[in-house]
C-alpha cells in the first residue's frame, strides 16, 4: 500500500511559498511557509500534518488494541503536540506529546495501559518517527 503526498515551493525559505497536496484530495493545494512554520501565519507546516498524522494513527491503533481485549471505545480524543526545536546540527523535532482520552465500557486501568503503550509503540507513525514519544492516557469514567 502506497499513499502520495505532494509539495511545491516557489522562491527562496524566508519570502518563498508553497503548497502541500495529499492524493486523496482532502488537502489540495494548501499553502505553508517560512511564516507558518516559524511564525504565526495562515496556513499548515510540516510539523503540524506530522502532529495529525500521528495523532490519527495512535488512535487507530488504539481502538485496535483495545478491540483485541473485547472492550470497543465509545470515544477515544488524541491531541499530538509535536516540538520543533533549533540544535547545533539544525532544526530537528525532537518530541511528541500523545495526550489522551478515552472513554470505554468495561475497561479497567490496566487494559486502559496495556493497549495504549501497545499502541504507542505499534502504530506505524510511532515507528517511523526518531524522536522520543511520550504520552498523558486518561480512562474517564
Known amino acids: 500500500m ?20 495529499t492524493d486523496s484530495g482532502v488537502l489540495t493545494n494548501q499553502q505553508y511557509s517560512f511564516g507558518t512554520r516559524f511564525e504565526n501565519g495562515k496556513g499548515t507546516n510540516p510539523e503540524e500534518l506530522i502532529a495529525a498524522a500521528h495523532a490519527s494513527c495512535f488512535t487507530m491503533a488504539l481502538s485496535a488494541q483495545l478491540g483485541n481485549s473485547g472492550l470497543t471505545p465509545e470515544n477515544l480524543e488524541t491531541k499530538a503536540t509535536v516540538t520543533l526545536d533549533k540544535l547545533e546540527a539544525g532544526w530537528a523535532v525532537t518530541h511528541i506529546l500523545l495526550d489522551v482520552k478515552g472513554r470505554v465500557p468495561k475497561a479497567d486501568q490496566a487494559a486502559w495501559d496495556k493497549a495504549t503503550q501497545a499502541a504507542k509503540t505499534g502504530c506505524p507513525i510511532s515507528k517511523l518517527l526518531n524522536t522520543t514519544i511520550e504520552m498523558n492516557a486518561k480512562l474517564e469514567g
Open 2 to 21: 502506497k499513499r502520495l503526498g505532494s509539495a511545491v515551493w516557489q522562491g527562496d525559505l524566508k519570502s518563498g511559498k508553497g503548497t502541500v497536496s
